[in-house]
């Protein structure tokens, strides 16, 4: 029902360019796009809504290339993956700083998210892609094919990420008393 | 990697799964939207220019112009008619409309 809604108000994006209707997939979307964000670059709020705006205005200006092969949710998370993969790259170039540095740059936690500090600090002990995955399949649900779609690759690449994704964060969960709970 | 481990895992993800507020974010992005930036480029410049003939009128700025161009004529006539190079007059003026004509070209 929900992906029928999603076709209807794609598809009056495609043919009338109507902004009523973008405006409702952003409204629906932008929680998970933003948290996706958020994420990546462990707790960036500014750098995480401007990189979701780049994400939702691409999305627009391609979106007569949605052919409904996969979820728009699917959709747009490939496109916040590359989003967010061009702006390192970007970084990278510009700094030729090594991925460690690019991950204490995106380490640039704001006061109002003390909360989640302990999900970004467990995050930042994992590599980028691993991090993508990780949330992806624990916090957003999306399965394995899924994500394999999102970040062009295997699953079973998918998969290897997962596996040391998970190991990293047990260490880190042990060593902060998570496994007594 | 044990069972209590994943399980462990999934809880502290699912815990810290939070909804985030709007507050005025889809509002951001639909201003930013390319076409809808175009229309309200386009409506500017509509308004500027309306603007600018309006004015153009009001201030019967069309009189300065011509009192330019008269004044411009008449310098040329008196001064400049005694040695007028027609042959000159003539290449310049073919060579000019050959410019337009190629200007016209390139618009279509």
């Known amino acids: 029902m929900s992906q029928l809604n999603d076709i209807s108000l794609v598809a009056q994006v495609v043919v009338f360019k109507n902004t009523r209707a973008f405006d409702e997939l952003v409204k629906k979307y932008q929680s998970a796009i933003r948290r996706f964000f958020l994420n990546q670059t462990l707790g960036d709020s500014e750098l995480s809504d ?122 880190y969960l042990k060593q902060n008393g998570y496994d007594r709970n | 990697m044990t069972e209590i481990n994943e399980k462990t895992i999934n809880q502290f993800f699912k815990a810290e799964k939070k909804e985030i507020e709007d507050n005025g974010f889809s509002r951001r992005v639909i201003r930013h939207l390319p076409d809808r930036s175009k229309k309200l480029s386009d409506i500017w410049s509509i308004f500027c220019s309306a603007i600018t003939i309006i004015l153009f009128f009001i201030f019967k700025a069309y009189e300065v112009i011509l009192n330019i161009l008269r004044e411009a004529f008449n310098g040329a006539m008196e001064t400049g008619i005694a040695h007028l190079d027609l042959k000159s007059l003539l290449i310049v003026g073919v060579v000019l409309i050959g410019f337009g004509v190629k200007k016209v070209c390139q618009l279509e």
């Open chain 1, 50 to 171: 401007d990189l979701a705006q780049e994400t939702f205005i691409k999305a627009y200006i391609n979106i007569a290339s949605f052919k409904n092969l996969s979820n728009f949710s699917t959709w747009l998370y490939r496109i916040a993956y590359n989003v967010f993969y061009d702006y390192i790259r970007t970084r990278k170039e510009t700094a030729e700083i090594d991925a460690r540095e690019v991950d204490a740059i995106h380490n640039t936690e704001q006061e109002n998210v003390g909360q989640k500090m302990d999900v970004y600090q467990s995050l930042k002990t994992l590599k980028e892609v691993e991090r993508t995955c990780v949330t992806l399949f624990y916090m957003e649900d999306v399965s394995i094919e899924k994500i394999a779609g999102i970040i062009g690759c295997p699953t079973g690449t998918v998969k290897s990420h997962l596996s040391r994704g998970k190991e990293k964060l047990a260490v």
